[in-house]
């Protein structure tokens, strides 16, 4: 154990220790901006400096481990000079125009400029010019970047991609894609994580809301909005509403007074892409003579792009099933369609999606049904729902509840579970498990696939046979697992894998919170509303089984096959 004294308190702290970790167990607060635990402790914004008695110049307190009898001061005269120098120097070079900036109100740079009591710059400003690709799902904004290396620590250190890095030299240096290609033409999977974990604007989605907002105030079209399994579980945060009243029922009421005709649930086609994906895994197996494995989930788009840029080997193995969101767009434009007696181009399918790569998915030609026209016209993310919410000035403290509308608007617990890491996978075995046995498991038969950790493996017992499961979410793990794989450590039969950690709960179109992990709190909601439904499998959904006696026939008929699966090789 190492002791010192910070601010003149006694503090005695584990060898290694930061000064900023041990200052925060005495309950004394050192602002940061780039600091995100273990994943950028390097300094770089030098907002949480600190003088240290006996140094000749402040350190920084995220990057400097304590030692014996060392005195520190974390708010002195100097320290707080040089921390205002430190901001002003960082807003020299950023466009402070946060009333046009949707990060305005939730960001690191605006908050701790505000604490420091900054109001004017005494430095000569120099904002970036260059502009990103505005039609790109992901956008950078290169004078909002305030080169804290967040976002190039996130995408090497965890989500194994190393798209950003440091370019150019002196006053030029900025982050752009580290190679020589532009960021459309990159192998970036899009998981947005970029976003999430940068602490300004320097990154942010396309905003598709105006787009929306056209269909919407069209007459001649029928806006149909589907929302995806994990946006129950955050989209309240950003108004203070505990999970408990940001219910789905208040979220459909909320999205009925921005103007959307119909209000639907992804956690329908969730069940949709397990029968699927049961029926296509369990044809697999009957075939294996002839089939690789393990079988892949498919409905994570950015898992997909992340698999045919970095490991175009294993892309015949990722399931033929379309994702949710997909599911939902081919059934929407036809099944439903005809029951409203409307001709599909009548209809504009919006999801609401916790995710970047959505927007890209919903727009890959070959992912489409031709004959009507695009599965999903816009998918939104829950932070452009949430923008849309606040323009139409309700006060989401005041919702009542307003039910779905059917027959799409109904899905089972299985399908809720979808937008945690675990959750597809064990949705998956329910309904395999009826599949294979003509009985129902226990719902929480495959409860051992839950929890937060980045690589989960198990072996379930399938009638006799055992079956090998593997969940991955992150796609550091992802890489990790794939080189297992090809070097024989591992075998296995499906294999899930979400892009970002956490899976979609965990997503880059979450709301943000800076620096705070939600994924495991919000993927205990949707497990909390699986326990609490009394419709856990999706072969027992009435809309699911509805939809196959009057429109599909059964899992992987033709009909099936032509709008619900996919080629990933397209
Ligand atoms: Fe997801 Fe999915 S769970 S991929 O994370 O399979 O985005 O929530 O909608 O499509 O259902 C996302 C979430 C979502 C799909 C489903
Ligand atoms: Fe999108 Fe979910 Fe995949 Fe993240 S895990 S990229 S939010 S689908």
Redesign the pocket.
Known sequence: MVSLTIDNRPVTVPEGTSILDAAKKVGIYIPTLCFLKDVNEIGACRVCVVEIEGYTKLMTACSTTVQEGMVVHTNNRNVRVARRNNVELILSEHDSNCVLCTRSGNCGLQKIAQDLNIHHIHFEKKIPTKVGNREFPLIREYSKCIKCMRCVQFCDKVQDSRIWDIVNLGHEVTVDTGSTLRLEDSDC????QCITHCPVNGLHERDDTDRVYEAINDPDIITVVQIAPSIRAAWGEAFGLSPKFASMKRLASALHQVGFDYIFDTDFSADLTIMEEANEFLERVKNKDHEKFPMFTS?????VRYCKAHYPEFVDQISTSKSPQQMFGAIAKTWYAQMLNVPPSKLCVVSI??????KHECAIPTINDADAGRDVDYALTTREMNRMIRSTHIDPHDLKERKLDMPLGLGSGAGAIFGATGGVMEAALRTAYYAVTGENPDPDAFRDVRGIEGWKEETFDLNGTPLRVAVV?GLGNAGKLLEALKRGDVEYDFVEV???PG??VG???QPIHDGVEMAESRGKILYDIDGKMSLRFSHENPSIIDCYEKFLGKPLSERSEHLLHTDHHS
Do not use: F, N, V, Y
Request: overall charge positive.
């Open positions: 999977a899009l998981c947005g409905c994570c788009p950015g898992w999606m916790p995710c970047i790569a959505k979410s979400m892009a970002c899976g979609c997503g880059g179109g």
